[in-house]
């Protein structure tokens, strides 16, 4: 039982990685962020990463064959969806910073582009996409068991954005009008850092 939980704990950590990176580059995004926000978007990425394993269980035991012909696109979307999203923030990151004020014009504080619900599901399935392969690695768990480390998985993914989005927050403050630029960087390198590992590694 110990060595089941320290497992499901282990495999929550590597999986929440890239969670982690992009709860820093929305935490950079959106400095003012309350802490009821940070919990609904740490728990939309916590909520992927335990779905994403138990349909990758499912396919498994249920659509071998169908599974493994899509497991090979996995790479694909996850840079897809990241390279568009991170694409997205560095160009209203970009051009929010471009106008020159006229002198003697007052200048209002930038806000960054606050992240909307659809963006957020984006970043929660483009973040966890590959945590489907965790299914077969958890092939031989009963459904139970397959459930709780999935439940284990999500926690643990929960803990970490939520210390990435904190983390982001503060770093803000201290970039000034550049953490948005910083933080669409971070989503476009993640992006290519998924692809690469599952197309090449």
């Not at 497991?71 to 997205?88: S, T, V």
Request: hydrophobic content about 55%; some cysteine; charged content about 15%.
């Amino acid at each position: 039982m110990i060595t089941f939980v320290f497992n499901s704990i282990l495999l929550g950590v590597g999986l929440a990685m890239d969670a982690f990176s992009v709860s820093i580059a929305n935490g950079l995004n959106e400095p003012g962020m309350r802490r009821s926000r940070e919990f609904l978007i740490a728990g939309t990425y916590a909520f992927f990463q335990f779905l994403m394993p138990v349909i990758g269980w499912f396919c498994v035991h249920e659509l071998v064959r169908q599974f493994r012909v899509f497991e090979k696109f996995i790479p694909w979307i996850a840079l897809l969806l990241l390279l568009w999203i991170g694409g997205k923030m560095l160009l209203d990151a970009i051009r929010g910073g471009e106008p020159e004020d006229a002198p003697g014009e007052t200048t209002e504080p930038e806000t960054a582009a606050v992240l909307t619900m659809g963006v957020l599901l984006l970043q929660g399935i483009a973040t966890s996409i590959d945590a489907l392969s965790v299914g077969f690695a958890i092939a031989g768990y009963s459904a139970a068991a397959a459930f709780v480390c999935a439940l284990i998985i999500a926690a643990v993914t929960l803990l970490i954005c939520m210390g990435g989005l904190t983390a982001g927050r503060k770093l803000s403050a201290k970039l000034a009008g550049k953490a948005g630029i910083l933080g669409g960087c971070i989503l476009i390198f993640i992006g290519i850092e998924i692809f690469v590992r599952g197309v090449f590694l």
